[in-house]
């Protein structure tokens, strides 16, 4: 059933469905709204759950850590500053292999304070082993939570849903609300793997010396080379009950482009309207749209941007004394490709300034004009300078 | 109190890597007599992270889940909420944090699930000192000890933080002391406490550090016994914030306790004179709240 939603309500729609039984969340804008709907489903029996208003979001991350260990399906959100004070947590999820998905809004860091879209908070979280997934709308951000509980579930680890500040968290969008019978077939009851048991004691997150450590790590490693392939399986899947897939790179007129802008979340839809602009006039451009950040899809982009005459990747995000974290990866994952073209990083929309048609069409005028990117990141937009 | 049955069965096994005399030690022994084998530990940053024992191998019969320094309180919340939604009220949820974890760096996530009244119990075993680390001070060391961040001259001059105050202005059901040195009173408390299922249950150990406090390790258990007798840890149970019962009364002066402690072998006897004169105090204060809960009802 189709109805008018919130990005936010997606994501609480969505939990409903998978049938969280343990959530633990505390509140920052924009991830309010998220986690208020959860509370009510809660508080009026909608859901059989519990959800623990802790007192920080460090807590909050704990507490799902606790309840997954006796292996419950569990769901936390949170943005920005709460995902920074997470981080130390973020590595316990992963590293203790537990299936938790948290919704994650994209917001900017302060000083100085700023609510609006921003990558840099998920983006800086990319070595702590938890799988990446960026939204462009409504529609996948629900289908994605869905999709994200059975990743998780099968490989064992965590995953981060992320969907744009405002643009997708706050805005309302017609969205199809599956029934709750065809996510039955899709997302079983969870069946953990590990589970904290009195009949069968064990230790989990004990002492790792070094003689066993390395070896843990790797396997935190291999689940992510797994990824991709699950991913496909489970999206398969999805396509045959509800007749939706996303992918995790999306191709847009990709097929004879020579030059390929790459871009994320929200921003994806205006650069759908940029192509197909620009093609109505013969230029020979496309849109790669990243969905899946982590695991990072080398051979995809390898295979989709290796012959290409030129890259255009769009950073709403800086990592500061390098650049832009989407051109970055691009740029590693692409230089043992023999003759692969040159990546023009621009880094634009951050600190919730919009993206428009105007911005983006810049962004593809400038690379078709230059010959080599004249700076590792060119800064679109800036007033006054 | 005398004669307190003592469980024959114990959950810690030998082969645990605690240094010797370590009164934590002594302290999940006669713990996990009481609580017996439906318990979940919940383990934080702290010496007891590493006696515990390192992967695969384990000290305990009971399943145990380390977790963040900060975090004893909200993951022991996530495993009870888990525990409850599975079914199993049997099950009791144990956080063992040392003072660190509990005075300090988690008295944010304790005071926020204590608040909520959790459904587990909660031990803070109090070595009076980071240990774990190598001695440094925490909110827990008492004043006049020296730590490794407190060394020569500059010996703490601060008080001790009073946890279980903090606890009982919660209005926590149940709140207690209890000393390595009177296991008796130590299991009866944590068997109080089991029994007591829906809220949180804070418990208070008085653990000695052979290694840290610079004492002999056969006197780990003595010097317990003379910090109650001496008044300076008194043993003493809260109900509801309120109800207040004191277990044992002590007579000694401050200085047996203090002179045979490396960690104080700096103080002069005007010192001795400060610190008995707090002790005193505190003493009087928990007298008077005793009674004034007697007068209420
Ligand atoms: C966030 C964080 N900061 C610091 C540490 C280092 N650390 C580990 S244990 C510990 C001290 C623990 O002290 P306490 O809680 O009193 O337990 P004890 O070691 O004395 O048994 C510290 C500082 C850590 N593990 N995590
Ligand atoms: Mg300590």
Redesign the interface.
Known sequence: MKEVLEGSHAVSQAVRLAKVQVMSAYPITPQTHIVEALSEYCADGTMDARFICVESEHSAMAAVIGASSAGIRTFTATSSQGLALMHELLHWASAGRLPIVMAEVNRALAPGWNIWMDQTDSLAQRDTGWIQLYCEDGQEVLDTVLQAYRLAETVNLPVMVVLDAFFLSHTFEPVDIPGQDLVDRFLPPFSPKIALDTSDPFAIGQMAPPNVYMEMRRDVQKAMEQVLDIFSGVEQEFLNIFGRTYGPVERFYCDDARIIMVVTGTAAGTCRQVISDLRSKGEKVGMLKLKMFRPFPVNLIREDLGRVQKIAVVDRNFSFGASGIFAQEIRAALCNHPGHPPVFGYIAGLGGRDVTVDTLSEIYWKTKESDAPEDESVWVGLVNC | MAGYNIPDTDYMVSGHVGCPGCGATIAMKFALKAMG????V?IPACCW??I?????Q?S?????????F??A??????????????GDSE?TVMAWAGDGGTFDIGI??L??AV??NEDFIYVCYDNEAYMNTGVQRSSATPFGSRTTTTPGKGWKKNRKKNMVEILAAHRIPYAATASIAYPEDMIRKFDKARRMKGGTRFIHVFATCPTGWRIPSEMSVKIARLAVQSNVFPLYEVENGVKYTINVEGSRPVADYFKIQGRFKHLTDEDFEKIQNMVDKDWELLLRKTSYFDRLT
């Open positions: 084998e439906k318990t979940m919940v992270g590493v515990a024992g390192p992967y695969p384990s305990l019969k009971v399943p145990i889940l380390q977790t963040a900060a975090t309180g909200a993951t022991a919340s996530g495993l009870r909420a888990a525990l409850d939604m599975k099950t944010q996530a005071s926020g608040e909520r």
